[in-house]
């Protein structure tokens, strides 16, 4: 016995009661116990289940291998080669640093930006994997697989990369592929499945068509434990690959045209005047797509971008000229229409025309005498012209430039493309300028002055004359096709030509006025002459008018545009052409025999 | 006297029945968390669940009077062990906890918890105080107390000095403490929160705080090892995933799984039927407990029983409670499921204790 059992009676009883006290809030605790594990595991089981299963399961992407893109004849214009890059994944731990150290002695020509840019994504978002080298090696993939133990945070990948197997042929029009970034992963994600790090289409077809020619991703998914080692597949679902894109383009005519057009600048369109499939699109000075493979480096960018001949820039749908007499037709066929001339009525052109006290200048200094509407066209006598001009008013001038497609997209897929511009008294207006003045009227009538049209444009509307007024929409695409599928040729709404009612008449005059401009003694585009084949067009001389020139450009940019439009053959046309020399002088020496050379590589 | 080796009954070993139950609950559990290069793991603990049981006979056969007598020099020896700790103690997770003697690692500081009750029990039994004891009464204990308390802290194992000090002072409130030195305690302590906040913890043990105000503000930081223990616990459901079945700690996202969160690879593995059973398992535990305090002939032995139900309640309690997300990720092991040697160790000698005190509970 100890003494407390003597010296107060009641302290064992305040004792018990204290145990009690105790005993049942120890009880009291594990009843909490209870109703919080009934609320974990019965009321909310199923979240958590899920929340479970979620994190024991990795989903991995399967990309699918990207359509390929064919010419007309279904020769092969970019294809595919195996590539690889290295990704970096912050979250799999390992101390920045030490990524950097290993990527530097391991991979040759590291950019020289990589230590920012891993230490950035370590710091500011390490939940997400990010491409630090964009094409590796095989030399390089051997040497960091080795060392692949060690640095779980890097993970080689293959990577879809183009081949060009024709070199710098029409890169404009493919476009080239890149990592898609957050302003695209938001524009894309109703389409669902795009994720950082996937290669998509970032200019011409290989962005209009991504979609198709991205194909469709598969799936694979692991059980995963805890450090993210795969324990075993759950499930799979392989990937479709995409698409190939079946062009219009002929491997051939873009070839020649691209040829004639060496050591130019400019721009070459040529359409099928039937259905406005595209045959050619020039752009020179261009680039090479190599570049472009596995992303372009920072150097060849600022190279590119700061080359004065803007080899970047897409000159048949973004370059706008003035078209200078190649817009005669237009101004013929729309007062014909109007009946404020008949084609035998003749203009007297003394070299010069007066209009109130001005005096416009007609090209030929000695005047062309007596002309009638044929010998206007086909020596492009722009006195004629001018009066015309007047007669018909800037109103009716620009309703018909409109009505020909001028001053707005054609509607071609291919992004960026550029609408023109068709002046009128209310366009001046919208921009707050003095009122319209009817030598604006006359100087535009010959295509001089703010009209503006693309070589596009020009095309179609030399398709627009040979065919009889059908206004075409121009397309890149001829189908989609795959080895194991069914081709698709209209998987997606072509836009519709627009019948415009053209007098077949009044189109025979221009018709018959363009074969004299080729064949005719006099007639200014001798130099687009095809033996064996009767060939229809219009030269042009456009005044050099661009509104952002500098002023250091301007001295070797003084010189004038040469145009040439035309198709062939002149009875049943199947190419329509326009060439644009840039500072080509006259267009009948600078590009009529561009223009000869497509014709004649297309219809040979 | 005479009558004592008589008075030997059987029937009080029925508490027997639920800890080793417990024991096999741990077991089970052990042997779904780890992995088979693990396995040793499972052959240790069952081993020192064998030396647990022998540990419960043999003391049960000794009279805890005399037990208590010794419990100076059993709080010496353990301040003695928790200083080597200190000097050559082996290192794990951030802190000295162990001393290894050959093969076996001893954690001296789980057996400082047991010291701390037959300390306080014992001189509380020798120093009765009508009314209940002053403030100046408790210097003396309490100078026994802080040793061991303040030895645990250089660890430092906030979890396992805070669960000294309650066992201690729990016996201290049984037996009796004037009610104004009470309420200043319990002012002192808050007090002492709030210095510790900003003097004594160490950053890790902020960190747990504030992960168990908000776990989701970092989920894979302060808050992973509270989210995923609720998932594991949560994944199991009404009946449980299964024996071998549960997905979240057999992969390894839950932290810890054999040490102090074993509580929810049982209850993923066998839902909310399992954990009903754990926590009825352990209520009659507490029970018999307060049964054998309640009914114990004399003041020791009811304040060794009451000291002990404490220790359970507190162990149980807060453990439980964290794995469920209702308290701080503290270091309280669980007993009897908890890897753990020493802690196996201790329950035993603890629950032999009182066992002692029940056998004798009849003799005068």
């Given at each position: 016995?100890?003494?407390?059992?003597?010296?107060?009676?009641?302290?064992?009883?305040?004792?018990?009661?204290?145990?009690?006290?105790?005993?049942?809030?120890?009880?009291?605790?594990?009843?909490?116990?209870?109703?919080?594990?009934?609320?974990?595991?019965?009321?909310?089981?199923?979240?958590?289940?899920?929340?479970?299963?979620?994190?024991?399961?990795?989903?991995?992407?399967?990309?699918?291998?990207?359509?390929?893109?064919?010419?007309?004849?279904?020769?092969?214009?970019?294809?595919?080669?195996?590539?690889?890059?290295?990704?970096?994944?912050?979250?799999?731990?390992?101390?920045?640093?030490?990524?950097?150290?290993?990527?530097?002695?391991?991979?040759?020509?590291?950019?020289a930006?990589?230590?920012?840019?891993?230490?950035?994504?370590?710091?500011?978002?390490?939940?997400?994997?990010?491409?630090?080298?964009?094409?590796?090696?095989?030399?390089?993939?051997?040497?960091?697989?080795?060392?692949s133990?060690?640095?779980?945070?890097?993970?080689?990948?293959?990577?879809?990369?183009?081949?060009?197997?024709?070199?710098?042929?029409?890169?404009?029009?493919?476009g080239?592929?890149?990592?898609?970034?957050?302003?695209?992963?938001?524009?894309?994600?109703?389409?669902?499945?795009?994720?950082?790090?996937?290669?998509?289409?970032?200019?011409?077809?290989?962005?209009?068509?991504?979609?198709?020619?991205?194909?469709?991703?598969?799936?694979?998914?692991?059980?995963?434990?805890?450090?993210?080692?795969?324990?075993?597949?759950?499930?799979?679902?392989?990937?479709?690959?995409?698409?190939?894109?079946?062009?219009?383009?002929?491997?051939?005519?873009?070839?020649?045209a691209?040829?004639?057009?060496?050591?130019?600048?400019?721009?070459?369109?040529?359409?099928?005047?039937?259905?406005?499939d595209?045959?050619?699109?020039?752009?020179?000075?261009?680039?090479?797509?190599?570049?472009?493979?596995?992303?372009?480096?920072?150097?060849?960018?600022r190279?590119?971008?700061?080359?004065?001949?803007?080899?970047?820039?897409?000159?048949?749908?973004?370059?706008?000229?003035?078209?200078?007499?190649?817009?005669?037709?237009?101004?013929?066929?729309?007062?014909?229409?109007?009946?404020?001339?008949?084609?035998?009525?003749?203009?007297?052109?003394?070299?010069?025309?007066?209009?109130?006290?001005?005096?416009?200048?007609?090209?030929?200094?000695?005047?062309?005498?007596?002309?009638?509407?044929?010998?206007?066209?086909?020596?492009?006598?722009?006195?004629?012209?001018?009066?015309?001009?007047?007669?018909?008013?800037?109103?009716?001038?620009?309703?018909?430039?409109?009505?020909?497609?001028?001053?707005?997209?054609?509607?071609?897929?291919?992004?960026?493309?550029?609408?023109?511009?068709?002046p009128?008294?209310?366009?001046?207006?919208?921009?707050?300028?003095?009122?319209?003045?009817?030598g604006?009227?006359?100087?535009?009538?010959?295509?001089?002055?703010?009209?503006?049209?693309?070589?596009?444009?020009?095309?179609r509307?030399?398709?627009?004359?040979?065919?009889?007024?059908?206004?075409?929409?121009?397309?890149?695409?001829?189908?989609?096709?795959?080895?194991?599928?069914?081709?698709?040729?209209e998987?997606?709404?072509?836009?519709?030509?627009?019948?415009?009612?053209?007098?077949?008449?009044?189109?025979?005059?221009?018709?018959?006025?363009?074969?004299?401009?080729?064949?005719?003694?006099?007639?200014?585009?001798?130099?687009?002459?095809?033996?064996?084949?009767?060939?229809?067009?219009?030269?042009?001389?456009?005044?050099?008018?661009?509104?952002?020139?500098r002023?250091?450009?301007?001295?070797?940019?003084?010189?004038?545009?040469?145009?040439?439009?035309?198709?062939?053959?002149?009875?049943?046309?199947r190419?329509?052409?326009?060439?644009?020399?840039?500072?080509?002088?006259?267009?009948?020496?600078?590009?009529?025999?561009?223009?000869?050379?497509?014709?004649?590589?297309?219809?040979? | 006297?005479?009558?004592?080796?008589?008075?030997?009954?059987?029937?009080?070993?029925?508490?027997?029945?639920?800890?080793?139950?417990?024991?096999?609950?741990?077991?089970?559990?052990?042997?779904?968390?780890?992995?088979?290069?693990?396995?040793?793991?499972?052959?240790?603990?069952?081993?020192?669940f064998?030396?647990?049981?022998?540990?419960?006979?043999?003391?049960?056969?000794?009279?805890?009077?005399?037990?208590?007598?010794?419990?100076?020099?059993?709080?010496?020896?353990?301040?003695?062990?928790?200083?080597?700790?200190?000097?050559?103690?082996?290192?794990?997770?951030?802190?000295?906890?162990?001393?290894?003697?050959?093969?076996?690692?001893?954690?001296?500081?789980?057996?400082?918890?047991?010291?701390?009750?037959?300390?306080a029990?014992?001189?509380?039994?020798?120093?009765?105080?009508?009314?209940?004891?002053?403030?100046?009464n408790?210097?003396?204990?309490?100078?026994?107390?802080?040793?061991?308390?303040?030895?645990?802290?250089?660890?430092?194992?906030?979890?396992?000095?805070?669960?000294?000090?309650?066992?201690?002072?729990?016996?201290?409130?049984?037996?009796?403490?004037?009610?104004?030195?009470?309420?200043?305690?319990?002012?002192?302590?808050?007090?002492?929160?709030?210095?510790?906040?900003?003097?004594?913890?160490?950053p890790?043990?902020?960190?747990?705080?504030?992960?168990?105000?908000?776990?989701?503000?970092?989920?894979?930081?302060?808050?992973?090892?509270?989210?995923?223990?609720?998932?594991?616990?949560?994944?199991?459901?009404?009946?449980?995933?299964?024996?071998?079945?549960?997905?979240?700690?057999?992969?390894?996202?839950?932290?810890?799984?054999?040490?102090?969160?074993?509580?929810?690879?049982?209850?993923?593995?066998?839902?909310?039927?399992?954990?009903?059973?754990?926590l009825?398992?352990?209520?009659?535990?507490?029970?018999?407990?307060?049964?054998?305090?309640?009914?114990a002939?004399?003041?020791?032995?009811?304040?060794?029983?009451?000291?002990?139900?404490?220790h359970?309640?507190?162990?149980?309690?807060?453990?439980?409670?964290?794995?469920?997300?209702?308290?701080?990720?503290?270091?309280?092991?669980?007993?009897?499921?908890?890897?753990?040697?020493?802690?196996?160790?201790?329950n035993?000698?603890?629950?032999?204790?009182?066992?002692?005190?029940?056998?004798?509970?009849?003799?005068?």
């Open positions: 016995m100890s003494p407390a059992d003597f010296i107060d009676p009641l302290q064992a009883g305040r004792q018990v009661e204290r145990i009690r006290r105790l005993a049942f809030a120890g009880l009291l605790t594990l009843s909490v116990l209870l109703v919080r594990l009934f609320m974990i595991q019965v009321l909310e089981g199923d979240q958590f289940h899920r929340r479970a299963s979620l994190q024991s399961s990795r989903v991995r992407q399967v990309l699918p291998e990207r359509g390929e893109i064919l010419d007309r004849n279904g020769d092969l214009l970019v294809g595919n080669q195996p590539g690889l890059r290295l990704r970096y994944f912050p979250d799999r731990g390992g101390d920045p640093d030490s990524t950097i150290e290993f990527i530097q002695a391991n991979v040759p020509l590291a950019p930006d990589l230590p920012d840019l891993v230490r950035s994504v370590a710091r500011t978002r390490p939940y997400r994997p990010e491409t630090i080298i964009k094409r590796m090696s095989r030399d390089t993939l051997a040497r960091i697989s080795a060392h133990f060690e640095h779980p945070e890097l993970e080689i990948q293959t990577a879809p990369l183009r081949r060009y197997p024709h070199g710098p042929l029409a890169p404009h029009l493919f080239y592929l890149g990592e898609v970034n957050d302003g695209e992963l938001g524009e894309r994600k109703h389409v669902g499945l795009f994720a950082p790090g996937d290669v998509i289409g970032k200019q011409g077809v290989e962005l209009t068509y991504d979609l198709l020619l991205f194909g469709t991703k598969g799936v694979e998914k692991f059980r995963v434990d805890a450090s993210g080692r795969v324990q075993e597949l759950i499930e799979a679902t392989p990937a479709r690959p995409g698409w190939d894109l079946r062009l219009t383009l002929d491997l051939e005519t873009q070839r020649a691209e040829a004639a057009m060496e050591g130019l600048r400019g721009a070459v369109a040529a359409i099928d005047p039937e259905n406005g595209v045959l050619a699109l020039v752009s020179h000075p261009d680039f090479d797509p190599e570049l472009f493979i596995g992303g372009i480096n920072h150097e060849d960018w190279v590119l971008r700061e080359d004065p001949g803007h080899p970047l820039i897409y000159r048949p749908l973004t370059g706008m000229y003035p078209p200078g007499s190649t817009y005669k037709p237009l101004t013929a066929w729309a007062a014909m229409e109007e009946g404020v001339i008949t084609p035998d009525e003749e203009i007297y052109c003394p070299g010069q025309y007066r209009l109130g006290r001005r005096t416009f200048r007609c090209w030929r200094a000695g005047g062309h005498g007596k002309v009638d509407m044929r010998r206007a066209l086909k020596e492009s006598c722009d006195t004629y012209f001018y009066e015309v001009g007047r007669r018909l008013g800037i109103e009716r001038l620009a309703q018909y430039g409109r009505l020909a497609g001028f001053g707005r997209k054609t509607g071609i897929d291919l992004e960026n493309e550029k609408g023109g511009l068709v009128d008294p209310a366009w001046k207006q919208r921009l707050g300028r003095e009122p319209w003045q009817e604006e009227t006359i100087i535009a009538a010959i295509g001089q002055g703010s009209v503006l049209v693309t070589p596009l444009q020009l095309a509307f030399y398709a627009f004359i040979a065919n009889g007024g059908h206004l075409v929409a121009p397309r890149v695409r001829a189908g989609f096709e795959h080895t194991d599928r069914p081709a698709v040729t998987p997606v709404a072509l836009p519709v030509s627009t019948v415009v009612p053209a007098s077949d008449v009044w189109l025979d005059v221009i018709r018959d006025a363009l074969e004299a401009v080729v064949h005719e003694p006099r007639g200014t585009g001798g130099w687009s002459r095809i033996r064996g084949i009767r060939v229809a067009g219009k030269t042009g001389t456009a005044q050099v008018v661009r509104q952002d020139k002023e250091e450009e301007l001295a070797e940019n003084l010189r004038d545009h040469a145009w040439f439009a035309a198709y062939a053959p002149a009875d049943k046309a190419i329509a052409v326009a060439v644009v020399v840039e500072n080509g002088g006259h267009g009948g020496d600078a590009a009529a025999p561009v223009a000869r050379k497509v014709m004649e590589a297309y219809l040979r | 006297m005479a009558r004592e080796s008589r008075t030997f009954d059987v029937t009080e070993y029925t508490i027997l029945a639920p800890i080793v139950t417990l024991m096999g609950i741990g077991l089970l559990s052990l042997s779904s968390a780890v992995t088979e290069a693990q396995a040793p793991v499972l052959y240790k603990q069952a081993t020192w064998g030396v647990g049981l022998l540990m419960i006979l043999v003391v049960s056969r000794l009279d805890y009077r005399w037990i208590a007598s010794m419990s100076l020099p059993f709080s010496i020896v353990v301040c003695g062990l928790l200083a080597v700790v200190l000097v050559a103690g082996v290192s794990g997770g951030g802190s000295q906890r162990w001393i290894g003697i050959g093969p076996i690692r001893l954690q001296p500081s789980e057996l400082a918890k047991l010291a701390a009750v037959l300390w029990a014992h001189w509380s039994a020798n120093h009765p105080r009508v009314g209940g004891a002053r403030a100046l408790l210097i003396v204990p309490s100078v026994v107390l802080f040793v061991m308390v303040g030895l645990v802290m250089l660890q430092p194992d906030l979890g396992t000095a805070v669960a000294i000090l309650v066992a201690g002072f729990g016996v201290l409130f049984v037996a009796g403490i004037d009610r104004r030195v009470l309420y200043s305690i319990a002012g002192t302590g808050v007090i002492g929160a709030i210095f510790s906040w900003f003097f004594l913890l160490r890790y043990q902020k960190q747990r705080i504030v992960g168990f105000l908000n776990p989701e503000a970092d989920p894979l930081g302060i808050g992973y090892h509270t989210i995923q223990s609720k998932i594991a616990v949560g994944n199991g459901g009404v009946w449980g995933s299964g024996f071998g079945q549960g997905t979240q700690a057999a992969l390894h996202f839950l932290p810890e799984q054999h040490t102090d969160f074993i509580f929810s690879v049982w209850a993923e593995e066998w839902g909310f039927v399992g954990g009903t059973i754990l009825l398992l352990f209520a009659g535990i507490i029970l018999w407990l307060a049964r054998a305090a309640i009914e002939k004399d003041t020791l032995g009811r304040l060794l029983a009451a000291g002990i139900m404490v359970f309640i507190l162990h149980i309690g807060v453990n439980i409670a964290m794995v469920l997300g209702l308290a701080p990720v503290v270091g309280l092991p669980l007993p009897f499921l908890t890897y753990g040697g020493s802690a196996a160790l201790t035993c000698l603890a629950i032999g204790l009182v066992i002692s005190v029940r056998e004798r509970r009849h003799i005068f």
